[in-house]
């Protein structure tokens, strides 16, 4: 089965940074968009961030500007998010998954993973 394998997360303190890494099974990364989502508790899952193949499109949400950074390494076939200032807001559970571009809509995104749990608590 082709999915991603999100890895990173963890508990830190209002404040404090993370590097969350995205790496596919199973297909190169290098000709598709990549975005990264997020599912807060009882909440439905939100776009964060999206990084498009050639890496001349990024977008974020307005809650996490200037705060956070996607890039990607197609020499390691892997996707960062990178999460500084992180807020309790931020406690979600972080996924990433692949469309042919950052316009796609979150039901066009494929090859989700299991995600990986950020928790900002003091």
């Known amino acids: 089965q082709v999915q991603f394998v999100e890895s990173g997360g963890g508990l830190v303190q209002p404040g404090g940074s993370l590097r969350l890494s995205c790496a596919p099974s199973?297909?190169?990364?290098?000709?598709?968009?990549v975005g990264w989502f997020r599912q807060p508790p009882g909440k439905y899952r939100e776009g964060v961030s999206c990084i498009s193949s050639s890496s001349d499109t990024i977008r974020h949400v307005p809650s996490v500007e200037g705060r956070f950074t996607i890039a990607r390494d197609d020499a390691k076939n892997t996707v960062y998010l990178h999460m500084n200032n992180l807020k309790p807001e931020d406690t979600a559970v972080y996924f990433c998954a692949t469309a042919l571009n950052c316009d796609a809509a979150q039901d066009e995104f494929r090859s989700w993973g299991q995600g990986t749990q950020v928790t900002v608590s003091s």
């Open positions: 199973g297909f190169a990364l290098d000709s598709y968009a």
